[in-house]
């Protein structure tokens, strides 16, 4: 079974410029998720989603950083303009769904390394 | 939110020793994981584990959900155990992702 695909795997900008990653979750995994690592520290959500709709944002910068997950399936999240402290790991998740039962186990993809020079 | 709380922040182990890590959270959780992040950075499924006990080979997890901590022991440890351990919790019946704590990151020496 293919797991949580990610891409580009590193990318190099300047502040101010813009970035895309591209997250395609394991087949049939219906919640996907978006996580941001600062070196050092644990994983953050940035932003999940049930099927195509958002579940969870809060803690997504929406001034700069944005998300979509058309037709449900695979996602992009994006940042626009990028900051210095944006320097970070990108972790894209997926699960079965959410809560109990087993729905919930999360799988993580390599993760998209982003450099903020 | 919910609190996840990770001792000992760091270990350094000689290979073939065994070591205890620990998790305490805040309040009742419907999901909790025990992950491995390698030195490139992936994050490895180690135990899906929100009651019980489980092994896989030289790992195992214990979680007793009603005084809200989860170890996981790790016996006869390897230099290919190095790397952060995290623990990830989710909040009861919340339907919400799961929250990290900050890691222990381990260290096998030959």
């Known amino acids: 079974e293919a797991g949580v695909a990610q891409s580009p795997r590193y990318k190099i900008i300047e502040k101010r410029q813009s970035v895309a990653f591209w997250c395609n979750p394991i087949?049939?995994?219906?919640?996907l998720y978006w996580y941001q690592q600062i070196l050092g520290q644990g994983p953050k959500l940035l932003i999940q989603?049930?099927?195509?709709?958002?579940?969870?944002d809060s803690q997504l910068p929406k001034d700069r950083f944005s998300a979509e997950r058309l037709k449900g399936v695979d996602s992009t999240l994006k940042i626009q303009p990028a900051k210095l402290e944006d320097s970070a790991v990108y972790l894209c998740?997926?699960?079965?769904?959410?809560?109990?039962?087993?729905?919930?186990?999360?799988?993580f993809g390599e993760g998209s390394r982003l450099t903020v020079l | 939110g919910i609190q996840v709380e990770q001792s000992p922040p760091d270990l350094i182990l000689q290979e073939g020793a065994n070591s205890t890590l620990r998790c305490n959270f805040s309040?009742?959780?419907?999901?909790l994981q025990w992950f491995h992040q390698n030195p490139w950075g992936q994050l490895i499924n180690l135990f899906y584990?929100?009651?019980g006990t489980k092994q896989n080979g030289r790992l195992s997890a214990t979680t007793v959900a009603t005084e809200r901590y989860s170890l996981l022991y790790i016996s006869s440890s390897q230099t290919t155990d190095s790397g952060v351990y995290f623990c990830?919790?989710?909040?009861?019946?919340?339907?919400?992702?799961?929250?990290f704590g900050k890691g222990t990151s381990l260290l096998v020496t030959p």
């Open positions: 998740a997926s699960s079965v769904g959410t809560g109990g039962a087993g729905t919930g186990e999360l799988f």
């Open positions: 087949s049939g995994h219906a919640t």
């Open positions: 989603f049930q099927n195509n709709g958002v579940v969870d």
């Open positions: 309040d009742s959780v419907n999901n």
């Open positions: 584990i929100p009651s």
């Open positions: 990830a919790v989710e909040k009861g019946n919340s339907g919400y992702a799961l929250n």
